[in-house]
């Protein structure tokens, strides 16, 4: 089954402790990309990769980092989060302008 | 700046009634634009729109873009509870960033 893999579902952390949020796809797509939703701004695009060790920065880069080593994961790093990094992020799989996403990390810092 | 602009931002109807979801663009490049439904986590697709005048159709809903006047609708007829779901729009630009719009709150009461 094609799937979009994200962990953790749910984190709580508190403000500079260094996170990674993990995301895999199964699909063999070359692009993939990271969101951020949050209320009334809906979903920004944060960082994309057009094929391993090919990365750019999105709307919203900034306090953010990620690797593309393999073609199946792009795992999101913050290193010292802050509580204006609170929000729903998704993870993104696309292929033929189709994404395919994950079902989502809540991570709340506090 | 590129943006995308979806109107009404929130909308509440009853079970039968017909809703059309706006979505407006100003992006540099166009590649395509894509409806999403979110219900509970992840969007999922729903169309994929790149020529003007075309309507895609699926069920009870419906797209078309217009690459004149820089918009695109989506259409749901006979609507039901089960259409209750926020509604991304999204366009790709030709440097393949995804840019979202902030969504179209549904609710369909019973």
């Known amino acids: 089954e094609a799937q979009v893999t994200q962990n953790p579902r749910y984190l709580i952390t508190v403000t500079g402790k260094k996170l990674t949020v993990t995301c895999s796809q199964n699909?063999?797509?070359?692009?993939m990309s990271w969101y951020r939703q949050d209320p009334g701004l809906g979903l920004r695009q944060i960082y994309y990769?057009?094929?391993?060790?090919?990365?750019d920065k999105g709307d919203v880069p900034e306090g953010y980092k990620v690797s593309r080593k393999e073609k199946r994961n792009f795992p999101l790093i913050l290193e010292s989060p802050s509580p204006n990094q609170t929000s729903l992020y998704f993870c993104a799989s696309i292929v033929g302008n189709e994404a395919f996403f994950g079902q989502g990390t809540r991570l709340t810092v506090v | 700046e590129d943006k995308v602009v979806q109107s009404p931002l929130s909308l509440v109807v009853h079970e039968g009634d017909t809703v059309t979801l706006n979505c407006s663009y100003e992006?540099?490049?166009?590649?395509?634009l894509l409806w999403y439904k979110q219900e509970k986590k992840a969007p999922t697709f729903l169309f994929m729109l790149t020529s003007s005048g075309i309507e895609k159709k699926s069920g009870r809903l419906s797209s078309i873009l217009d690459k004149k006047e820089l918009f695109s609708i989506l259409n749901i007829t006979a609507t039901q509870t089960g259409d209750s779901a926020i509604y991304l729009c999204?366009?790709?630009?030709?440097?393949?960033?995804?840019?979202f719009g902030t969504g179209t709150r549904l609710k369909v009461l019973a």
């Open positions: 990769s057009m094929n391993v060790e090919v990365t």
């Open positions: 999204a366009v790709l630009t030709g440097t393949y960033k995804y840019i």
């Open positions: 992006v540099t490049n166009f590649r395509s």
């Open positions: 699909m063999n797509h070359e692009y």
